[in-house]
Structure formats: C-alpha cells, structure tokens
C-alpha cells in the first residue's frame, strides 16, 4: 500500500508539474514569433507603406499597407503564428494581384511590434486596426482574413462589426479543441490563456463566410474546420475542401487559387 502511494504521489507530481508548465510557458507553444530590429527595412515589390500605431497602453504595432493599382477594397489581414512581415510580406502580395489593398499587422512580440501580450490585448490590437481601416474605406469595401491563429482573431472582429465577408484559411472551432489534441491529459479549456473561440464570435457575424481547409492538415485537424462550419447558418458559409492540403501549402493548389479568385471577383 506504501509503495502505491508513493507511485501514486509522484505520479500525480509529474502531472501537475506539467500542467504548470504548460500554463507558464503555453506563450512559448502558441507564438513562434520572430523580432526584428526598429532600424530593419522592408523590401516587397509594388507599393507600400509601413505603419505604426500605438495602442492606447502604449504598445507599438507595426503594420504594412499594401496598395493595388485600383483596388476594388481591402483586405485586412491576420497572419499565423509564425514569422513575422518579412514572410507575410509575400504571401499577401498574391491579394495585391488580385486588385486589393492589403493591411496587415505583426502581433506583439512580431517584427517591430512591441509591447505586453495577452488575449485581451491582442483583440484590441485587431480593433485598432479595423477603426484604422475604416477611416480610409467603406465598411462594406472592408473584407477580413484570417489565417490559422489569426481566424479566431478575424472571426471576433466579423462578430462586432458588419465587413463585406470573412475568409478562414485553416480555421479552429476553438483554440482549446486543437490543443486538447496535442495535450489530452489537461483540460485545456481552463488551462488555456488564448482561448479564441471562433464559433461562439461567429454567432453574431452578419457576412458571408468563407472557410478554406486542407484534408492532410496536421496541425489544425480538417474536422475542426468542418464543426465549425457546421455551427453556421447553410446560407450564410460556404467550405472549400482542398484534397490532399496540409496546413501551410492551400496556396501551391490551382483549386484554392482558383475559388480565392473566385470569391473576390
């Protein structure tokens, strides 16, 4: 009986050491983030403009605003949880192509921005940016995007105001459903600081909605997106399967580049 408490004792220590660890560092796992000096210049082709905002605590948010030769409105723009705007940079470029302006921000802790992170913080950061947007066009000129991590923080802006659509590439239902995945034994629901819930914003979004996910996805499990879909009115989404999509390459398909085009024509 001794033996087994003792067993018992340390097992149930390892546990809450990792759940501890989980808790403090969980930052560490969720941004993959990249700094860049303040002094770094940004090299994209066409025309841009670099931004810096300042939150009303005082954090800076670097942003670039990509300009199209005659847009037909703009895309603001939420990335994943790697890198920061000197990979973004190109790959929103395609969007450029496409005849829109394109707004994106580096999150804090990104690139040049700077400053205390939370999830409170963060939606805040996003709706500094939407008022920014709204200065220079019509809301209904406003399209949303979110990729990945950046979905739950473009499904919470859709929910409180009233943009021309949102596009999800790789979308969660919730953030603490795809990291119950990789830590079963945790109840992630309490343990997890950045719980973006991307199904209960959508409740009171007033837009079409566009998720776009691939069947291989290793990171955000392709039926993640389709509960997600799922929690939608039929009339108002509408989900493109990528065949054999993994979670960083929807782009390299002819399928995906053809229904984006599509969809923003």
Known sequence: MKRLLIVGSSLLFVYLLGAFMLYKFQERFIFLDGELDDSYEFQFEGAYEELNLTAPDGGKLNALHFKADSAKGLILYFHGNRGNLTRWGDVVNDYVKLNYDVLIMDYRGFGKSRGKRSMKILLEDA???????????????????????????????????????????????????????????????????????????????????????????????????????????????????????????????????????????
């Open 127 to 265: 709706e500094l940016f939407y008022q920014y947007a709204l200065k220079k066009y019509d809301e209904q000129e406003i399209t949303l995007y979110g990729r990945s991590l950046g979905t739950g923080i473009a499904s919470w802006l859709a929910g409180k105001h009233r943009p021309k659509r949102l596009i999800l590439e790789t979308p969660y239902y919730s953030l603490s459903a795809v990291a119950q995945r990789y830590y079963p034994i945790y109840p992630s629901k309490l343990a997890l600081r950045y719980n973006f819930k991307s199904h209960q914003y959508l409740k009171t979004a007033d837009c079409p909605v566009y998720i776009f996910h691939g069947t291989e996805d290793s990171v955000v499990p392709y039926k993640s997106a389709q509960k997600l879909y799922k929690s939608l009115p039929p009339d108002q989404v509408t989900f493109f399967t990528i065949e054999g999509g993994e979670h960083k390459n929807l782009a390299t398909f002819d399928t995906f580049r053809k229904q984006i085009k599509e969809v923003l024509k």
